[in-house]
């Protein structure tokens, strides 16, 4: 008898130091200490073969067995443990010492500062903004605006057409008329948005960004507007810039005009930028066309009005000093980062 309980301890001191995770432990452990099968539990069960004398002393041996073998997996188990947690914390060990990865922090597009510092100004002088839709129909985008099909103002804009019907405004004189459809005069907005011609060189791109501005009241005159040009002309080029108007034509005004702002780098006497003109064409405006105002309900007797759009990409080109529009529609950090208001 002895010699089996030797036998069984040596067996566990062998083996338990193989055991190298905490499951492979607990099945050996069952080997020896299940209730069923376990081989100190078996022991026990040889106990009905002994005389009533030699059961006490049997019984004691066996129990002591168990009881060492009991904590002797405990503290195996608990070393096991140790060592896989261990394992764990070097495998996710974090060295807070590594430089940090860097997020790119992004910057204000030179196109949405632009946006952002016409707002303002006309805000400034009482304009609200309105924001049309980028799809029109053909109505609003030309018909509503005196240019009915088979005008020959239709080829000044080649136009992206999606069906007979709709189309992706050419430009954003369109939000004038649901304003004026919408709202009775006194009318004051400001329309900033993405237009889209059927165009694309180093000053034009497919998509680009216009910036409408419609005045509605009664006795607005020629000179509104220009009061209004050189404030917005110093307020964006600098305070000595000044403007001048040139004949034009536009189906929506009437007259219509052309506007020049001094240049600003030569002061008007005739460089590079302005082609030695002293000049430099910023905006289409005019006073509104009798036509239109008739179109969305408004008597053209009692109130006038005068309209103006621009590019938003020229306006940031002349200002920033971009010549090529292609970088505006890039995205490479590098150039947009540049940019301050
Ligand atoms: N819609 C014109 C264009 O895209 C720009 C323009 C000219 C707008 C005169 C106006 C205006 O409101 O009065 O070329």
């Avoid at 810039?241 to 005739?270: I, M």
Wanted: include cysteine.
């Amino acid at each position: 008898m002895n010699e089996k309980i030797a036998q069984i301890r040596a067996e566990i001191e062998q083996k338990i130091t193989t055991m190298k995770s905490s499951s492979a432990l607990y099945e050996f452990r069952k080997t020896f200490l299940d209730n069923r099968e376990g081989k100190i539990t078996g022991l026990m069960k040889g106990m009905k073969d002994l005389s009533p004398e030699e059961r006490p002393a049997f019984g004691k041996v066996v129990n002591e067995l168990k009881s060492w073998a009991i904590s002797r997996f405990e503290a195996a188990d608990a070393a096991v443990r140790e060592a896989e947690l261990a394992k764990k914390n070097e495998s996710e060990r974090i060295d807070v010492t590594m430089p940090a990865e860097k997020r790119p922090v992004g910057a204000l597009h030179p196109i949405t500062i632009v946006t952002q510092e016409l707002i303002d100004i006309f805000a400034g002088m009482g304009f609200d903004v309105y924001e049309g839709s980028q799809i029109e129909n053909d109505y609003y985008n030309f018909t509503a605006l005196n240019t009915p099909k088979d005008h020959p103002a239709r080829d000044m804009q080649d136009t992206f057409y999606l069906t007979d019907e709709f189309l992706l405004r050419t430009q954003t004189s369109a939000g004038q008329i649901h304003v004026m459809e919408n709202r009775r005069p006194p009318i004051k907005i400001l329309s900033p948005g993405s237009v889209f011609r059927s165009d694309d060189d180093a000053t034009h791109s497919p998509m680009f960004t216009q910036m409408e501005g419609l005045v509605v009241d009664k006795g607005i005159s020629v000179c509104d507007l220009q009061g209004m040009l050189d404030t917005f002309a110093r307020r964006v080029f600098g305070e000595g810039v000044g403007t001048r108007l040139r004949p034009s034509y536009f189906p929506f005004t009437e007259p219509s005009v052309e506007v020049d702002v001094s240049c600003f780098a030569c002061g008007g006497k005739g460089c590079k930028l302005c082609k030695g003109t002293g000049w430099i064409e910023v905006l289409g405006a005019g006073m509104v066309n009798r036509h239109v105002l008739e179109n969305c309900g408004i008597d053209p007797d009692v109130y006038t009005g005068f309209a103006f759009g621009m590019g938003v990409e020229r306006i940031a080109m002349l200002k920033y000093g971009i010549n090529n529009i292609k970088a505006l529609f890039e995205g490479d950090m590098r150039f947009e980062k540049q940019f301050v208001r």
